[in-house]
């Protein structure tokens, strides 16, 4: 399968670039690896407002029930200039798939990892929380992917992630060119099983709105939303098996008793977290070449990312 290559607007210093404090960078395997299947837009949001390489600390502090950005050694309190960049930077990306930011930076942190202070001398500690370019990142992108490098060292969190990365890059590229409903047709059934294994509900919505489509336009716009926010939540167990159940369905009346016995038997090893998902997926990507089922071939669900991200990072 041909993989888009995603716009991932990457902290810089995760793209090689020596923009830290320190005047380091920042070497992470995984990271490393992603790039190599994407188109990175780097910023650095404290070189980007006048701070130079190396820099003397800065900190998030609290004020009124606000977090502000502020810098002991100088004296300065950056927080409308930080706010200002962010506003700018992100008013003038091009359409982009997801953002990957530095964990734990007053600045990138999107995960809470960020530490808060009472004071702005950074001596009481308040809570963990996060940066302020990330801040305006989730407020104006909620429906995208974003994530730090360190919650990507969670198997299932890295999977969600690439799935909806890459998923939302084939999104923009097919919407760049499609030019009627019959092209948004098949690129509905080609997503069916991803879209199902998401959200029955969205998938069932979408499918409604394609099937009365009157003015195109209106329906691409209307079917992208409904697309992200299908892939915005990670799919349960549940989810999964139900899934597998409906593309079992395919070939249950072309398999023997043994057959069907071991697919019921792996099921049963999934609920309990004895294997994981790529197990019956394989299998059932056999059955459909077995069987010839062109269809379920062409379903984004059994390859949604490239195979190289697949090893562990």
């Known amino acids: 399968m041909n993989h888009p290559k995603p716009k991932l607007v990457i902290s810089a210093c995760l793209n090689g670039e020596?923009?830290?404090?320190?005047?380091?960078?920042?070497?992470?395997?995984?990271?490393?690896?992603?790039?190599?299947?994407?188109?990175?837009?780097?910023?650095?949001p404290e070189v980007s407002i006048g701070l130079g390489v190396p820099r003397a600390k800065v900190l998030i502090y609290w004020k009124d029930g606000y977090p502000r950005l502020f810098q002991p050694f100088t004296q300065r309190d950056l927080t409308e200039e930080m706010e200002k960049f962010s506003e700018e930077f992100l008013s003038g990306l091009p359409q982009v798939d997801g953002f990957l930011l530095k964990a734990k930076s007053?600045?990138?942190?999107?995960?809470?990892?960020?530490?808060?202070?009472?004071?702005?001398?950074?001596k009481v500690f308040s809570h963990r929380t996060?940066?302020?370019?990330?801040?305006?990142?989730?407020?104006?992108?909620?429906?995208l992917p974003i994530e730090d490098e360190k919650r990507l060292r969670n198997e299932h969190i890295r999977r969600h992630f690439l799935v909806r990365l890459f998923s939302l890059a084939r999104l923009r590229e097919f919407?760049?060119?499609?030019?009627?409903?019959s092209q948004l047709m098949d690129?509905?059934?080609?997503?069916?099983?991803l879209l199902?294994?998401?959200?029955?509900?969205k998938l069932k919505e979408m499918g409604r709105l394609v099937a009365t489509s009157k003015n195109f336009q209106e329906t691409l716009k209307e079917y992208a939303k409904l697309f992200r926010l299908a892939l915005k939540r990670s799919p349960s167990k549940g989810q999964w098996v139900n899934t597998?159940?409906?593309?079992?369905?395919?070939?249950?009346?072309?398999?023997?008793?043994?057959?069907?016995?071991?697919?019921?038997?792996?099921?049963?090893?999934?609920?309990?977290?004895?294997?994981?998902?790529?197990?019956?997926?394989?299998?059932?990507?056999?059955?459909?070449?077995?069987?010839?089922?062109?269809?379920l071939q062409s379903q984004t669900l059994f390859e949604p990312y490239p195979t190289g991200?697949?090893?562990?990072?």
């Not at 919407?175 to 409903?181: D, G, L, S, Y």
């Open 18 to 44: 020596f923009v830290r404090y320190n005047g380091g960078t920042v070497e992470d395997p995984f990271v490393e690896k992603l790039l190599n299947y994407c188109q990175p837009i780097s910023v650095c």
């Open 106 to 122: 007053p600045s990138c942190g999107v995960s809470n990892s960020t530490l808060s202070y009472k004071d702005p001398e950074g």
């Open 130 to 143: 996060k940066g302020l370019f990330a801040r305006k990142v989730l407020e104006r992108f909620e429906d």
């Open 175 to 181: 919407m760049e060119t499609a030019q009627h409903i």
């Open 187 to 193: 690129f509905h059934k080609r997503n069916k099983y």
């Open 196 to 201: 199902m294994l998401h959200s029955q509900v």
């Open 244 to 295: 597998f159940t409906h593309i079992f369905g395919y070939f249950s009346s072309r398999l023997n008793q043994k057959e069907k016995a071991h697919f019921f038997s792996l099921l049963e090893d999934f609920r309990k977290d004895l294997i994981e998902e790529n197990v019956i997926l394989e299998l059932l990507k056999n059955w459909s070449f077995r069987f010839e089922e062109e269809y």
């Open 309 to 313: 991200l697949e090893k562990d990072a």
